[in-house]
């Protein structure tokens, strides 16, 4: 029997009896003594608080959040100073199979009405996707309800209008789980570094691509190649649109640009690029070259604003982020005092995003007992988001060219035209396979694709075999 069936009456406890914002001293008494399956004293809980949980959402993530909840519901009571309490599973099919360790009497199909429930104190939204995750969140924070979310896509597109709605309803609105799963990066962002001036956020942030990549790097496969073998190991989704194309990655560099720099990012407002078009060729100039493919997200302060894109880029394997391997996420953050910080783990996953959830839930029952909540994502900064052609960025260039002299003055000259610095060029192979291989310094994003059309149209390039941007502060020479 779990903890949650030996509470009398928790899942159908009178909304009458309840006001959602109690003062931990007026829960104490509705705190059952003998239900946890504590490893905690009983002694410890007789006069505990009560915080009631709603689940919205019992999927790959929900069902760890309740499982965790169960399972350590002694040590949690302890830690936090209330006993939690699942006290309704919204999901969108009831009668659907479950883990055997969900209390099915909790299961309900209405979302809304379990997320505004006077009972209720915190509402975990792990559903997914714009609505009704956005009308439910927005409605729970109006009712006075703690909010916890994984939803990387609301965030990132509605982030202003539920942060408001936070700030507006004095609720708590927490989501560590939203970007790169069990890491602790964004309540480091938020808090640890607050006294600090984060200049670059840079990381691989989407397991799926990462995998994908690593793969084409270790196999010397294709993209359609690794992209079945991730569908068939379960590391990439049927539709895999969202991870390939960059779309996930780009929500989360939204999320991780507005709390590092203050300001109001959305998902729009990042340039975005995926890994489609990643071809072997341009894996063997990455090898050629030492560096690996990665999909990056980076977010960067400079005189100008910000800048946040997602796309592939070469960086050495001397560079930390090039052994992330397999589905795993790693991001740097660069700040002026604290320097450089590194922060690895599994981005995904149902157990390890339950971490991240669980510790939030932690942070807001603790905050809902000392009658507090916890600190904004500010937007005072206000930065302009840069456009992406006003980015510094360097490119790296391998054409197949005409073996012939006077070729590398041609090219050079196509990069001089549009004030593009070279840092590297070489030639490799003679004849039909000769290939002229540039690397740029930095220059603007625009002046990089303006020398590429223009290196396309040349009469002694043969072909742009491949055009990537280079990242990572030593780079290829
Ligand atoms: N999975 C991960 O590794 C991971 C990592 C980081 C963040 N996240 C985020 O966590 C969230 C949940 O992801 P997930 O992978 O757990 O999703 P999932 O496995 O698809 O689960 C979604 C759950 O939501 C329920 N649901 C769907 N529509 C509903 C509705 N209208 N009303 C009530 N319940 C509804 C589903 O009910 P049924 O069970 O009846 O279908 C299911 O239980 C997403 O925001 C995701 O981006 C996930």
């Known amino acids: 029997m779990t903890a949650q069936d030996t509470s009398p009456g928790a899942s159908r406890a009178p909304a009458s009896e309840e006001t959602s914002r109690a003062p931990a001293s007026e829960e104490t008494s509705r705190a059952p003594a003998s239900e946890d399956t504590s490893r905690a004293p009983a002694s410890e809980e007789t006069s505990r608080a009560t915080l009631r949980i709603a689940l919205l ?83 729970a924070m109006k009712a006075g309800k703690s909010v916890v979310t994984a939803n990387k896509a609301l965030l990132a597109e509605n982030g202003a209008e539920v942060h408001g709605a936070a700030r507006e309803h004095g609720a708590d609105l927490y989501y560590e789980a939203a970007v790169a799963g ?18 670059r956020v840079l990381g691989i942030v989407n397991g799926t691509t990462n995998y ?84 990056l997200a980076i977010c960067e302060r400079s005189d100008g604003g910000v800048s946040v894109r997602v796309h592939p880029a070469m960086i050495p394997r001397s560079h930390p982020l090039a052994s992330v391997g397999g589905a795993y996420n790693a991001v740097f953050v660069e700040a002026e005092s604290a320097g450089r910080l590194m922060f690895y ?32 994502a500010s937007t005072y900064a206000a930065l302009p988001v840069m456009p992406m052609g006003e980015t510094l960025t360097r490119y790296h260039v391998s054409l197949d060219v005409a073996d ?12 001089a035209r549009h004030g593009v610095s070279i840092r590297a060029a070489r030639q490799e192979a003679r004849g039909a396979d000769a290939q002229l291989i540039i690397v740029s310094h930095q220059a603007r994003d625009a002046a990089l694709a303006a020398t590429v059309s223009e290196l396309e149209s040349l009469g002694v390039v043969r072909a742009v075999a491949s055009v990537m941007r280079v990242e990572g502060e030593e780079g290829p020479s």
Not at 254 to 260: F, Q, S
Not at 345 to 359: I, K
Not at 404 to 415: T, Y
Request: charged content about 25%; some cysteine; proline content about 4%.
């Open 212 to 295: 994908i990549l690593d793969r084409m790097d270790s196999s010397g496969a294709g993209f359609t190649e690794a992209l079945e073998e991730a569908q068939s190991m379960g590391y990439a989704e049927a539709d895999p649109t969202a991870d390939v194309e960059g779309f996930d990655a780009a929500a989360k560099a939204a999320i991780l640009a507005g709390l590092a720099f203050h300001t109001a990012v959305t998902a729009a407002d990042v340039h975005r690029e995926g890994i489609t078009d990643v071809t072997t060729a341009d894996m063997a100039s990455a090898r050629a070259l030492d560096c690996v493919v990665k999909l």
């Open 345 to 376: 783990g599994a981005g995904a996953g149902g157990t390890p995003t339950a971490s991240a959830v669980l510790g939030d839930i932690v942070a807001v029952a603790r905050n809902r007992l000392a009658g507090t909540r916890g600190p904004d």
């Open 182 to 199: 069990a890491i602790p990066l964004l309540r480091p962002l938020r808090e640890s570094l607050a006294g600090d001036a984060v200049r």
């Open 57 to 139: 959402g019992c999927g790959s993530v929900g069902s760890q959040v309740a499982r965790l909840l169960r399972e350590q519901a002694g040590d949690l009571a302890v830690r936090t100073g209330a006993r939690l309490e699942l006290a309704g599973i919204a999901v969108r099919r009831p009668a659907y199979p479950r883990d055997a360790g969900i209390d099915r009497t909790l299961l309900t199909s209405d979302a809304m009405e379990l997320a505004t429930r006077p009972d209720i104190d915190i509402v975990v939204e792990v559903i997914g996707g714009i609505e009704p995750a956005r009308s439910l969140l927005l409605a």
């Open 404 to 415: 012939r002299p006077g070729v590398l003055a041609q090219v050079a000259d196509a990069f």
